[in-house]
């Protein structure tokens, strides 16, 4: 099968090259492929896919409170460029969401039909996003993901594991509650919605649920560092970016279409022990 990935030297981007390796893949990025050019479609047309999986986004959530303009022009003005083209030549559209399209104020998962209110720049950017690729092209399936952390670039398990062999102390959120996810798993189930008929939006996280409380002491747990991990609240640490204190995402749809993901705590795992070891100092 011929198909385009985006953002693929990203934390999704380069499992799902490892994953798909069997197909002919057409791998685009920053800085020869941009998705603020007006004519970034082309690049895509021109490898005439029959799938286009769109993972190339402004990520930095922060950032993107600071510079929204930016965060639209790649998430909603980029993707409905991507769109464009994917219909252009008759392709299925993958385009990678994410819970930050909702504001939080569940008590329950969020179902892939309850309503989207972002409350960041970043979740508005993301959410108008989905919009335009659902209208500009017929064959679409959006999959929202969350917490997303790789091998590749940088992430929250990333930082805390440098923090914990850094400092006596940790203090992370407890609360705000969401669904870890590894981006080797998200690939791979990726990988089977390739040939899989399903359209409209999908939920796909690792199985259940924590606060970045609960996910940090987890990730301390497994390094062996003995730093104690205290909770405090968003309140105790402004960010630029407002976030949803509850995204758990429902796995129900996935869960119909016979499909499950491994729990976080599996995924958690298995990307601490593909780490490389830290390289012993220099003495
Ligand atoms: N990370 C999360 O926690 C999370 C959670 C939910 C959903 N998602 C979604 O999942 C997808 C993959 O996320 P990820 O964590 O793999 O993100 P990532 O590691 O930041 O990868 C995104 C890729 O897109 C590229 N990119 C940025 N601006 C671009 C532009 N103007 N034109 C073309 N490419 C551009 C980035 O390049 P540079 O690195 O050079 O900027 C990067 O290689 C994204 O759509 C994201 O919105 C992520």
């Known amino acids: 099968m011929r198909i385009v990935i985006t953002g693929a030297q990203g934390q999704l981007g380069t499992e799902l090259r490892q994953v798909l390796r069997g197909h002919q893949l057409t791998a685009l990025d920053l800085p020869d492929f941009d998705l603020t050019n007006p004519d970034c479609g082309g690049t895509i047309v021109a490898a005439a896919p ?148 399903v359209r409209g939006v ?14 940090a002491t987890e990730i301390v747990r497994l390094s062996g560092h003995r730093v104690p991990v205290d909770p405090i609240t968003t309140a105790d640490m402004p960010r630029p970016a407002k976030r949803p204190a509850y995204s758990v995402l429902s796995a129900e749809r996935l869960h119909h279409l016979g499909l499950r993901m491994p729990s976080w705590q599996d995924g958690l795992k298995r990307f601490m022990k593909a780490l490389p070891a830290p390289s012993s100092p220099v003495l």
């Open 202 to 215: 999908l939920h796909v996280t690792n199985e259940g649920h924590c606060t970045w409380h609960e996910f």
């Open 50 to 197: 029959e799938v286009v999986i769109h993972a190339g986004a402004h990520t930095d959530v922060d950032g993107a409170e600071r510079n929204p303009a930016l965060a639209m022009a790649v998430n909603a003005d980029g993707t409905e460029r991507v769109a464009r083209a994917a219909a252009q030549v008759g392709a299925r559209l993958i385009y990678i969401s994410t819970d930050y399209v909702f504001d939080g104020e569940g008590t329950r998962p969020y179902v892939e039909t309850d309503r989207t209110n972002p409350v960041s720049a970043y979740g508005a950017s993301k959410c108008e996003g989905e919009q335009r690729a659902m209208a500009c092209c017929e064959n679409v399936l959006v999959i929202r993901t969350a917490w997303l952390y790789g091998l590749q670039g940088k992430n929250f398990v990333k930082t805390m594991l440098q923090l914990a062999a850094e400092r006596p102390c940790l203090k992370v959120v407890a609360d705000q509650r969401g669904c870890p996810t590894f981006a080797e798993d998200l690939a791979g189930m990726i990988g089977q919605l390739v040939t899989h008929p």
